[in-house]
């Protein structure tokens, strides 16, 4: 049933989007209200679990130890920067759970520059 209502709640989004692009970022992020963002944490989280089974290394980067209403705050409070909004919400984990594991705020601007950088194309 879980796994019903998050492929409802991913086919909604994507009908929303543009077909020009499907990034997913602060911008698309801040359109949704918070029971959406849930859901999309739910259904991100899931995928990473599926990958996590084929030894992705990307789910390394992200922490399992926080509610998905905390972490949607979080990625409210990251997004809140306007500088942000480019970046993607899975890039937007990575950051955050960097913080998290204990990187300097100086190591943290860095990453928001090069993933910034990354996403403007420059």
């Known amino acids: 049933m879980r796994t019903l209502l998050l492929v409802v709640m991913v086919s909604i989004i994507l009908v ?3 077909m020009e692009s499907y990034t997913f970022d602060g911008t698309r992020w801040k359109l949704m209200e918070s029971n959406e963002k849930i859901a999309y944490l739910l259904g991100f989280y899931d995928g990473l679990i599926s990958q996590r089974q084929y030894g992705s290394e ?26 942000n909004l480019n970046i993607e919400v899975g890039d937007a984990l990575i950051i955050f759970n960097a913080g998290i594991r204990g990187l300097s705020d100086r190591e943290l601007e860095e990453m928001k520059r090069l993933f910034r950088q990354l996403r403007s194309g420059k």
């Not at 926080?66 to 306007?82: L, T």
């Open 16 to 18: 929303a989007v543009p």
């Open 58 to 83: 990307y789910t390394e980067y992200i922490t399992w130890k926080m509610s998905y209403v905390d972490m949607a705050r979080e990625i409210d409070k990251f997004y809140a920067d306007y500088k």
